[in-house]
Nanobody, 124 residues
Framework: VQLQASGGGLVQAGGSLRLSCAASARIWYAMGWFRQAPGKEREFVAVLSWRGDKKRIVDSVKDRFSISRDNVQKTTVYLQMNSLKPEDTAVYYC???????????????????WGQGTLVTVSS
């Protein structure tokens, strides 16, 4: 499975961005977003099940970020980011889990394929 992340850029604090992750496969089990700020570990942000009926967003952003999927092709997942803050600055990565799971995957090791990342910079 190949993943293409896009939508990053430079935005002022309080602004919005929508990231997209396009998968080459139409069927996958879960797609997640992670981010890695300079000098920090890559951290989980959000995950969506293939059916779109289960999702999880990390507490620190869940009142500002949302995750969704295109319901036609079912190959693209979006991360809508509102009220952006300078601390949201990071490279955002999408990843796919191509195996079944019991609970929505939130750890890096639970994912099988990764996109190349897209840089989000939030200026103050």
């Amino acid at each position: 499975v190949q993943l293409q992340a896009s939508g990053g850029g430079l935005v002022q604090a309080g602004g919005s961005l929508r990231l997209s992750c396009a998968a080459s496969a139409r069927i996958w089990y879960a797609m997640g977003w992670f981010r890695q700020a300079p000098g920090k570990e890559r951290e989980f942000v959000a995950v969506l099940s293939w059916r779109g009926d289960k999702k999880r967003i990390v507490d620190s952003v869940k009142d500002r970020f949302s995750i969704s999927r295109d319901n036609v092709q079912k190959t693209t997942v979006y991360l809508q980011m509102n009220s952006l803050k300078p601390e949201d600055t990071a490279v955002y990565y999408c990843a796919v889990r191509n195996r079944n799971y019991n609970d929505l995957p939130t750890a890096r090791l639970e994912y099988d394929y990764w996109g190349q990342g897209t840089l989000v910079t939030v200026s103050s």
